[in-house]
T-cell receptor, first 114, second 114 residues
Framework: KAGVTQTPRYLIKTRGQQVTLSCSPISGHRSVSWYQQTPGQGLQFLFEYFSETQRNKGNFPGRFSGRQFSNSRSEMNVSTLELGDSALYLC?????????????FGPGTRLTVT | GENVEQHPSTLSVQEGDSAVIKCTYSDSASNYFPWYKQELGKGPQLIIDIRSNVGEKKDQRIAVTLNKTAKHFSLHITETQPEDSAVYFCAASNMVQGAQKLVFGQGTRLTINP
């Protein structure tokens, strides 16, 4: 079974631009969570989607948004990019069909804002 | 909200020796505690997890212990090998109604010296 895939793997953007990142969960997984990883703040939860609905949200400004499609694929968008948004953005998927809580991470998208 | 503290931040051990990483959490409602291993250029990989109704779990050379009263949990790696070198993260979550939100520790960089 293929793992979580994220595209693109690397991205360079300029301050003020917006960016869209994509995540395809493991086949059959219905929950997708997004995290931001930086050297200073570590791994921080952004939001989680289940059945196309945002079920949980972290403490990030409204510039960070996301959505989930009927096939469970998810996208996150960051508008009006700031230098501090440079980070590794990770998505993780969970089955949710059983009581299992395991989150499986993709390789991440490395975003650099200049 | 939940806060997870992880120690030490760096750990260096001789090949074949044991390594122990400790985490404390603040929210007594947390009931799920996974450990992840992250190698350079990759996303975090789930290596073991434990739920609040269990005190200890073992998988080959890896074991995790949980003390709910003291609100701390630990990762034990025995017979360490060079491929165990990586950054390890602990996390905690309150899996209410299946919602996924992991709060991570700051990570431990483990180096295995041959």
């Amino acid at each position: 079974k293929a793992g979580v895939t994220q595209t693109p793997r690397y991205l360079i953007k300029t301050r003020g631009q917006q960016v869209t990142l994509s995540c395809s969960p493991i086949s059959g997984h219905r929950s997708v969570s997004w995290y931001q990883q930086t050297p200073g703040q570590g791994l921080q939860f952004l939001f989680e989607y289940f059945s196309e609905t945002q079920r949980n949200k972290g403490n990030f400004p409204g510039r960070f948004s996301g959505r989930q499609f009927s096939n469970s694929r998810s996208e996150m968008n960051v508008s009006t990019l700031e230098l501090g948004d440079s980070a590794l953005y990770l998505c993780a998927s969970t089955s949710q069909l059983t009581a299992d809580n395991e989150q499986y991470f993709g390789p991440g998208t490395r975003l650099t804002v200049t | 909200g939940e806060n997870v503290e992880q120690h030490p931040s760096t750990l260096s051990v001789q090949e074949g020796d044991s390594a122990v990483i400790k985490c404390t959490y603040s929210d007594s409602a947390s009931n799920y505690f996974p450990w992840y291993k992250q190698e350079l250029g990759k996303g975090p990989q789930l290596i073991i997890d434990i739920r609040s109704n269990v005190g200890e779990k073992k998988d080959q050379r890896i074991a995790v212990t949980l003390n709910k009263t003291a609100k701390h949990f630990s990762l034990h790696i025995t017979e360490t090998q060079p491929e165990d070198s990586a950054v390890y993260f602990c996390a905690a979550s309150n899996m209410v109604q299946g919602a996924q939100k992991l709060v991570f520790g700051q990570g431990t960089r483990l180096t295995i010296n041959p």
